[in-house]
């Protein structure tokens, strides 16, 4: 059974850093576009960063230049580097990813299950 498994989460002071990991579990074949995603209480989740597979990178204008999403393909994990971080970047961030699990397969979405970023003034 294919899952995404994120850890990196925290509290963390306004200026300060964290690194948010998704690691696929389960056999696959291969992973195709993979992003991070937020959302704060009360608000509609947003799209933070994505990156395809062949590293072309987007993210959302609040981000840029303090985020940085990466992916190693042999660990089947994503990364979100978060630095710089501001109180309003304090939300629960989820890890998409489209997974194809066999080479005559069609790439499926999932998510993973959340981790709560805080950042205090």
């Known amino acids: 059974q294919v899952q995404l498994v994120e850890s990196g989460g925290g509290l963390v002071q306004a200026g300060g850093s964290l690194r948010l990991s998704c690691a696929v579990s389960g056999s696959i074949f291969r992973m195709n576009a993979a992003g991070w995603y937020r959302q704060a209480p009360g608000k509609q989740r947003e799209m933070v960063a994505t990156?395809?597979?062949?590293?072309?990178?987007k993210y959302v204008d609040s981000v840029k230049g303090r985020f940085t999403i990466s992916r190693d393909n042999a660990k089947k994990t994503v990364y979100l580097q978060m630095n710089s971080l501001k109180p309003e970047d304090t939300a629960v961030y989820y890890c998409n990813a489209v997974i194809v699990i066999g080479p005559l397969a069609v790439g499926n979405d999932y998510w993973g299950q959340g981790t709560q970023v805080t950042v205090s003034s």
């Open positions: 990156i395809t597979s062949g590293d072309s990178t």
